[in-house]
């Protein structure tokens, strides 16, 4: 069973762009949501994470936006660059919990 | 954050050998984490390598197929025994950081053929 679902699978945009990511969650106990982004070769670099004590947290282009009602967030990349091009996983964990569970990762394209 | 090394960084093996992934980290931590990274999935927890103690492992996951050692704080391997295509995958390390964030390795690309 999937426990974070996350939209779409691929991405392209144009530069200058907003790029768009969504991923929703089942778990009501999920606290903690963060962002990773991967370059081909390389682990996974966490990029932005948010609580659900807050609906929106920003760091310079990239913004989550969290929905505890609807149990979705998502991750908005502001003036899209062609050096942000990777793969993007969501993912949801527990405080305390040692697991976290990924979303299928979404390989966004910007183009130049 | 943590500085994670690990290898090889990728590997071609044949179908029935065994691979041992090594996981050196900068820093002594308690738990380290092996993740499985599958094309067009999600990352998975296999285990959790604490050290001097057994590794607990994910549903799913049986320490026959992935046995883990952890000799010491900064340190551990993760073995795939008995390969066969279904294993090839990215195998990742990973420790945990301030809050809950995780840090990972590079990840080991392995393919089976």
């Known amino acids: 069973q999937q426990q974070v679902k996350q939209s779409p699978q691929s991405l392209i945009v144009q530069k200058g762009g907003i790029s768009i990511i969504n991923c929703a969650y089942e778990n009501t106990a999920f606290d903690y949501f963060p962002w990773y982004q991967q370059f081909p070769g390389k682990g996974p670099a966490l990029l932005i994470a948010i609580r659900p004590d807050v609906s929106e947290k920003k760091e310079g282009r990239f913004t989550i936006s969290f929905n505890k009602s609807a149990k979705q967030f998502s991750l908005h990349i502001m003036d899209s660059q062609p050096g942000d091009s990777a793969t993007y996983f969501c993912?949801?964990?527990?405080?305390?919990?040692?697991?976290?569970?990924f979303g299928t990762g979404t390989r966004l394209t910007v183009i130049p | 954050s943590a500085v994670i090394s690990q290898k090889p960084s990728r590997d071609i093996c044949q179908r029935g050998t065994s691979l041992t992934i090594q996981c050196q980290v900068d820093s002594q931590v308690t738990m380290m984490f092996w993740y499985r990274q599958q094309p067009g999935q999600s990352l998975t927890l296999i285990a959790t390598a604490n050290q001097g103690s057994e590794a607990t492992y994910e549903s799913g996951f049986v320490i026959d197929k992935f046995p883990i050692s952890r000799p010491n704080l900064t340190f551990s391997t993760l073995t795939v025994s008995n390969m066969s295509p279904e294993d090839s995958s990215i195998y990742l390390c990973?420790?945990?950081?301030?809050?809950?964030?995780?840090?990972f390795g590079s990840g080991t690309r392995l393919t089976v053929v």
């Open positions: 993912a949801a964990g527990q405080t305390g919990a040692n697991n976290l569970f």
């Open positions: 990973s420790v945990q950081g301030q809050g809950n964030g995780y840090t």
